[in-house]
């Protein structure tokens, strides 16, 4: 095999083959912002307000006027965001609800850890978010809420699950930590149910240098609430009105943020162009006959934070290994589905339970989608492949003399 050189796959655009392409490069990204991230760090520094600097409240500003909302509330990482949004809702013993299985953990373990239960709905095969008609079937006089997930970048079927939610008076809250940005029939991510809930996870869209999460509602009442679980329930200072948690956003943090945020709409474009790009290549490739390439909704504004295909009949494990022989990064969002993790055996769900998630978990795989990937990558990614899956599947050894 060569390890670079140029070529040209029959019928397809031509490019230059390079050695190696990462699945995620964060440094491309912070590179070129490096040395205004680090002026914004040294005026956290020598302010001395490492906690409730202003840096924190202009985040919050400038996150709430981009998910169209009122209210923006920090807090230190996606994960506690769904916590606290759960929290604030007063969800717990006794509840139930409905997220789908093919997303992260944090989203059933944030439903589990305020004493409720979750219950998993299945998926729409062609986008992977929650399907409303699973969702309606898993509605119980117990349930109160609905956490869609936006995922890979793509906003769940939203005008449905709100009319359920509205005709079962039930409340729905985003997972949106891998859509910053996204939107909706035109509205953006986050501005869709009563919270949402963002992750600066390094990884996504949005990503800090560490830890960090946000809330959006545009709810008054509710925006104090998240307030002040987030802040151990207090109010005021030692008076505690709840037992919330204490979940804050660094201001270093939200400093070097602040400065990330100003090239969020970029960065979605590129990453746009390169999933068009994919489409293209794989389509010319003929890939799009052996692989289902990922399905974009025309009233939803993708921001691919996954560049997600699907390998059918098997393949996919050997094809990420053989793409890795070959110096392609590539990852499986998520190989177990929730339903099926040891720690939610209790909640009785067998193989069999949700079987276009369990489809989808066994032939996912991500394609490097980050922003800068360039073009030479994106044709080497599908060269590569293309070589992979064009070897016959691997028999057993024939006894054949
Ligand atoms: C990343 C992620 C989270 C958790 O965010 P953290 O900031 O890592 O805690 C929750 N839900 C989904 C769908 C995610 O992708």
Redesign the pocket.
């Known amino acids: 095999m060569s390890a670079a050189g140029s070529g040209s796959l029959p019928g397809v655009l031509s490019g230059k083959l390079v050695s190696q392409v990462p699945l995620l490069d964060v440094n491309r990204g912070t590179a070129p912002l490096r040395d205004e991230i680090l002026a914004a760090i040294a005026r956290v520094v020598d302010s001395g307000r490492f906690l409730h600097g202003p840096e924190v409240q202009e985040l919050e500003r400038a996150v709430a006027e981009m998910c169209g909302v009122e209210h923006a509330i920090a807090c230190?990482?996606?994960?506690?965001?769904?916590l606290l949004a759960l929290l604030a809702l007063e969800i717990g013993p006794g509840h139930e609800v409905i997220v789908p299985s093919f997303?992260?953990?944090?989203?059933a373990s944030a439903v589990t850890r305020v004493g409720a239960r979750p219950v998993f709905a299945d998926i729409d095969p062609r986008t992977m978010n929650i399907d409303p008609e699973s969702v309606r079937k898993a509605i119980t006089p117990r349930t109160r809420a609905i956490i869609p997930?936006?995922?890979f970048g793509q906003c769940a079927e939203m005008d449905a699950l709100v009319d359920l939610a509205r005709r079962h008076k039930l409340l729905v809250i985003e997972?949106?930590?891998?859509a910053i940005g996204a939107k909706y029939w035109g509205r953006p991510a986050c501005s869709l149910g009563a919270i949402g809930?963002l992750?600066?996870?390094p990884?996504?869209n949005l990503g800090g240098l560490g830890?960090?999460?946000m809330l959006t509602t545009t709810d008054a009442d509710l925006a104090s609430r998240l307030r002040l679980y987030a802040a151990h329930g207090m109010s005021p200072r030692y008076y505690h009105k709840v037992v919330g948690i204490n979940s804050r956003l660094d201001t270093i943090q939200a400093a070097a943020l602040g400065v990330k945020l100003r090239h969020l709409s970029t960065w979605a474009e590129q990453r746009r162009a390169n999933a068009r790009r994919y489409d293209e290549l794989l389509k010319q490739a003929g890939l799009d006959r052996i692989v289902t390439l990922p399905h974009a909704e025309p009233h939803s504004e993708h921001v691919w934070?996954q560049y997600t295909i699907r390998i059918p009949g098997g393949q996919r494990d050997a094809t990420k290994a053989q793409l890795a022989e070959r110096g392609v990064g590539s990852e499986v969002?998520y190989p177990v589905p929730l339903h099926l993790q040891q720690c939610f055996q209790s909640l009785g769900y067998r193989a069999g339970s949700l079987p276009e998630t369990e489809r989808a978990a066994a032939e996912v795989l991500s394609l490097p989608i980050f922003p800068e990937l360039t073009a030479d990558e994106q044709f080497t990614v599908v060269s590569r492949l293309k070589e992979v899956l064009a070897k016959p599947a691997a028999r057993p050894a024939s006894r054949a003399a």
């Open positions: 230190a990482s996606g994960s506690d965001a769904l997303t992260f953990f944090a989203t997930v936006h995922l997972d949106a930590a891998q809930c992750s600066f996870y990884t996504k830890d960090g999460g934070n969002y």
